[in-house]
Nanobody
Framework: QLQLVESGGGLVQPGGSLRLSCAAS????????IGWFRQAPGKQREGVAC????????DYLNSVKGRFTISRDNNKTTMYLQMNSLKPEDTAVYYC???????????????????WGQGTQVTVSA
């Protein structure tokens, strides 16, 4: 069974950092396009960051560029979202997602992704 499990969410003060992890079970992340998404209360889910299957392309939501970094580890079973300089407007439930598609670029459109994690809450507040 293909499964993604997120961890690393929590409460952090503005300006702080968190690293979200997403562990894959039942498959490895190579040959998969990877994305991180978030949904704030009363808002639609939005694509925060993505990385292409080969790792050569990354794309970020404008509001997180320079603060967030998407990556995956060499054992190809865990992906990360490093979040620095967090702001209250970053508060949301964060989801990881993958699709088994190898191409040179990646998409932050949620309709492109087939396997999703359960989500982890990130709250940025003083």
């Amino acid at each position: 069974q293909l499964q993604l499990v997120e961890s690393g969410g929590g409460l952090v003060q503005p300006g702080g950092s968190l690293r979200l992890s997403c562990a894959a079970s039942g498959f490895t992340l190579d040959m998969h396009e990877i994305g991180w998404f978030r949904q704030a209360p009363g808002k639609q889910r939005e694509g925060v960051a993505c990385i292409s299957a080969g790792g050569g392309n990354r794309d970020y939501l404008n509001s997180v560029k320079g603060r967030f970094t998407i990556s995956r580890d060499n054992n190809k079973t865990t992906m990360y979202l490093q979040m620095n300089s967090l702001k209250p407007e970053d508060t949301a439930v964060y989801y990881c997602a993958v699709r088994p598609y190898y191409r040179a670029w990646c998409s932050r459109a949620q309709r492109e992704y087939s396997t999703w994690g359960q989500g982890t809450q990130v709250t940025v507040s003083a």
